[in-house]
Every structure is written in C-alpha cells, then in structure tokens.
C-alpha cells in the first residue's frame, strides 16, 4: 500500500490538519507514505517525510520544497528536464473546508485519483450541519431537534436555555458556546457569526451519554471499531479537541450492553451505507433514555481516528483494495458525425 496525505488547506482548521497528518507519519511509520501539502493559496508542496514536523509550515519553510501540480491519476514535479510523477492512492486530511465540503472530491474525482475521503454528495451532507438534519430526516435517524437562524435576520428563539450554538459548517468546535440564560446569548451569537453566516441552535442536554464509533465498508461488508464513550466536562472544547487530533493509543471500549452497541452499529449503518463509500468516518451519538440521536457526523475525522482501530494499518488496507471508481463517459461523435455527412461536409 503507497499513501499520499493530503493535508493542510484553506479553512479554519488548518492547523488541525496538519497535526493529524504528523500524527498518521508517526502511526504509518511502517508504510510507504508521501506528504502532500495544500497551502492556504491552494499550492501544493512535496514534503519530506523528515520535515514532518509543525515548525516546518509555522516558519514557512515548505515553500522551499518541491511545488507540485496536479494532473491525471496523481500529483506532478516539475524538473528543469523532466517531470516526476507521484501516484499512489490519496488520503485526504484536510479538515474544514476544502477536504470536507466537497472541493478536492471533486478535484481527485475530475483527475481520476485514487483516494480515501468522501465524494462530493456526501461531503455536501456532512459539512454542513442543516443538511445533516435533513439526511436524518430522509434515512429515518434521530437527532435533536434544532433551529437555524441567519445573521442577516431577526429572529426568534425557539430552543429554551440551556442551549447550544454552533457554526452550521465548522468542526472542531470552534465558534461552539453553551448559553444557560437569555443574557449570554448574544455574545454567543457574536462568535458563532465571527465563523459562518448561519448558526444553528440545539438544545443543551445535560445528563446525556456520548458514544463514538468510527467505520467503513469494503466490499459490502461494514468494519466497525471500538465504541468510545469520551471523557468531558460539559463538552468538548476546541482545546481539548484539538489535542484530540494528535491521539494514537487505542482507547477502552465502552462500557455498554449487547443492545445498546447493536443500535449504535445499526444507526451507523444506515448513515454510511449509499452514501459515504470509499470514506472512513466517524459518528458522534447522544443515548438518552435507551435512544440513540446522531450529534454528528466527522466525514474526515481527526488523524482518522486511528486510535478506536484495533489495526489501523490493516483497516486502511482492507479500505482501499474497495475503493469507488469515477465512471467515464465514452465519447464517440457519432452525432456530430452524422450531422456533418447529413450536411455533405
């Protein structure tokens, strides 16, 4: 297996990526790895695997290594006498924009790459936390009940405190506030529209339990890993998460019945399937009361996840010998040419 990480990109996740992709070169240390990174003017670098490091982009040092372009099945160093082609199959690591809302699906897809990531509809019901509600709502899966509400018009708030108020199109919970009372709840707002022009409201539930699971389908065949019930305060802060992204030792599994994890699969299932092939992600739930609700869904999850996989190497394995192909239309003419001799010329 010959990986190319794809990291970095113009989002306010940036930075996430990039300790994601340092984290994967330290859990890959055994594959054969080659770093690409997508700056914030959309240039893509060649980086040594010795320069992995955060410095590296902090200091701008990347600018000196190789510049790549991208072309038909791969990336492309230019030489002064030649070129060098870099193929392989593309994990795509960018967080945020550009990896998650569909941008380089459609790039990889337009160029016939090879990659691990979501295609562009699912990105589409991923990124963007209305139409995740609205993917609920088609598949038959609880979630919270919420509201949307734009910056550029008045609004009434429906939610009663204590709520939460998040960017619709932004993860790590950046821009993220808990407001326990009417007078905190500007303020929140002020931050949430620093991040996206609409926000969306739900309510704050105290006393849920949380569960993670991650997976992807190869072959038909859905490979779950380990249910994680993560340990917070009041929730998962950007700090906190952020040193989320750097974790790779396995975590226990949660401690929870045979029926519980069977609803958790099940739901996950339904999400994934016809939908998120050839991507491993990684849903968040709420249980409250028995009942399973989809907080979230992490189309590309923070150093993928690596630390719920018993075998994170042989789950990447297992992904990309089932990977969807973009099917391509043969073009033979026949009208044109049938026009042109009905027409003598």
Known sequence: ????????????????????????????????????????????????NAKMKAVTFSKGEHKKMPELSISHRGFTQKTMFSSVE???????????????DGTISALLDFFSIKYIGPRVDASVFSYDKRYTKWLCDA???????????????HYHINIPYPLIVKPTRLGSSIGVSIVKEESELDYALDVAFEYDSNVLLEPFMQGVKEYNLAGFMSKGEIYFSTIEEPQKNEFLDFEKKYMDFSRSKKVLKADIDDTLEAKLKNTFTKIYKNMFEGALIRCDFFVLNGEVFLNEINPIPGSMANYLFDDFKLSLEILSSSLPTTKRVKVNYDYIHSITQAKGK
């Open 86 to 100: 870099h193929s392989g199959t593309v994990l795509n690591l960018i967080h945020g924009a550009d990896g998650e």
């Open 139 to 153: 598949k038959n899966i609880k979630c919270l009940k919420h509201q949307i509400i734009s910056s550029n018009e």
């Open 1 to 48: 297996m010959r990986l190319i990480i794809l990291f970095g990109g113009a989002s306010f996740e940036h930075e996430i990526s990039i300790v994601s992709a340092i984290t994967l070169k330290a859990k890959l240390s055994d594959v054969d790895l080659s770093f690409v990174f997508c700056d914030v003017d959309h240039k893509f670098y060649l980086i040594e």
